[in-house]
């Protein structure tokens, strides 16, 4: 049976492509969509239950044991708080593996000082933050870190509901070989293939940081020859470039994002020369429908939602898409930055998976701060600021974790068992229905 991509229960009912909802908003607890993009995996399911019982970086009960360990599994939490990784990079090779960060007490896991590399098939990843960060290192020193990227191997793979803020390169991407095998069809069976990007919140990439090439603030860089990658209802936000980047050949899809804040770029695609001497270029298939582009401090001027650079043509089809200045004025739809050969072809035809469902556009900035990221039952302090500087304007792309006012989380170790007969095994939600996640907080005073 294969994985259906659950997002939380209090999500609004999604309306069918191109339709308007009449209904008022709904309350929390109204049921939604299922859907996983092109990605069809059982992920760890039915495999053994491996506990997460401490915070260290590695060892017996840890995070890392887990990700390592073989065959079917899924990870659940007994602790909550920090992993400090070190600085190191942790690489999935094992396949058949269910992460569900839905499970940990408050404050949930938060990963820092190191990167999540998937370079395995069907795996699944919900409900965890990776916030890099610098931590003291030297600019242009080197050992710049993703938050969550897949890499050669991977194929089948869904991260949803993540936290990903403060990456020295990219806070979330889809890479690896361009041109391994002797065919078009061979680049794409071998590089990261059938991955979806959900309900994740997607931020505050560091600029002028550790990376070597000097400014770095990026938000997703989808390789060379990916296909079947969808990216379906994030929030972008203080990103200088990459909200996403396509390469060259990618074939993929944005639907019912939210760019906030994107300085020098918001969606591109580029098919770079040098990087393709002695191959035949490929054709670009991006679609990119009901999503919404705000500009916001960082932005230039007069920046449209999707341009084109290199030398590569793409295919491109528009519906339903959004994009306003800081004062509320429509922007244009495309340009270009290159005087490239590149063509943009107007496509008659979306490339998105069977089945998809999206809000109208005029709903995002209402539902996606509601249901986006690790822990939309309990935010941290973090997410719920950056969500607060989405709603009101503000915010700036920044060059260190320090000039966030939180910084790296140091959250107290929290405890709780994992009780098996809490939740449905077959996707980790909970029995009782996801509002129950929700617990009586007392307001500050």
């Known amino acids: 049976m294969s994985f259906r991509c659950r997002q939380l229960a209090w999500l609004l009912l999604f309306g069918l492509a191109g339709t308007a909802l009449a209904q008022p908003l709904p309350t929390l607890n109204r049921a939604t969509y299922d859907h996983a993009g092109w990605v069809t995996t ?62 940990a007490p408050d404050p949930g896991i938060t ?35 993703d938050g969550i990227s897949t890499v050669a191997g991977a194929a089948r ?55 070597e090439k000097g400014e770095h603030s990026k938000g997703s860089l989808i390789h ?11 929030v972008y936000a203080s990103n200088l470039e990459r909200n996403a980047l396509f390469k060259g050949g990618v074939r993929a899809a944005m639907v019912n994002n939210l760019i906030y804040n994107p300085g020098q770029r918001a ?47 793409v295919e491109l089809f528009l519906q339903g898409n959004l994009a306003l200045d800081a004062q509320g004025q429509a922007l244009p739809m495309t340009g ?23 809000l109208p556009v005029e709903r995002l900035e209402q539902v996606l701060p509601m249901v986006a990221g690790m822990r939309p039952w309990a935010r941290d302090p973090i997410d719920f600021k950056l969500l607060s500087d989405v709603a009101e304007g503000r915010g700036q792309i920044i060059d260190s974790e320090s000039q966030n006012q939180y910084g790296h989380p140091r959250y107290k170790p929290t405890r709780r068992a994992f009780d098996v007969a809490a939740w449905n095994l077959d996707d980790m939600s909970p029995k009782a229905g996801w509002d129950s996640l929700f617990v009586a907080r007392k307001p500050k005073s």
């Not at 970086?57 to 070190?86: H, N, T």
């Not at 991006?286 to 650079?309: E, I, K």
Request: glycine share 14%; charged share 20%.
């Open 42 to 103: 059982p992920g760890g399911k039915g495999g053994q239950i491996l506990r997460v019982t401490n915070l260290e970086a590695q060892g017996p009960g840890s995070l890392r044991a887990a990700l390592e360990a073989k065959g079917p599994r899924i990870v659940v939490f007994e602790v909550g708080g920090v992993i400090d990784m070190g600085g190191a990079s942790w690489r999935i090779k094992e396949p058949f593996l269910t992460v569900a960060g839905q499970t």
């Open 224 to 234: 060379d020859n990916i296909t079947g990658l969808l990216i379906y209802g994030n």
């Open 267 to 313: 969606v591109h695609y580029n098919l770079v020369e040098h990087e393709w001497a002695g191959h035949e270029h490929q054709l670009g298939r991006v679609t990119l429908v009901a999503n919404a582009y705000r500009q916001g401090p960082d932005s230039r001027p007069g920046l449209p939602l999707f341009t084109l650079g290199g030398v590569g043509d």
């Open 157 to 211: 793979v869904i991260v949803d509901h993540c936290s990903l803020s403060w990456a020295t390169d990219e806070n979330l991407s889809a890479s690896g070989p361009r041109f391994e095998g002797a065919t078009p069809d061979d680049w794409r069976r071998n590089t990261s293939h059938e991955i979806t990007f959900s309900h994740n919140l997607i931020y505050e990439g560091l600029a002028h940081s550790v990376h």
């Open 111 to 145: 990963l820092i000082k190191g990167e999540l590399n998937i370079g395995a098939h069907d795996v699944v990843i919900q409900h965890l933050a990776i916030r890099p960060g610098e931590y003291g290192r030297p600019k242009k020193g080197g050992g710049d870190h």
């Open 336 to 358: 270009r930055y290159t005087s490239g050969t590149a063509r943009i072809l107007e496509s008659r035809e979306a490339y998105l998976p069977t089945g998809l469902r999206w």
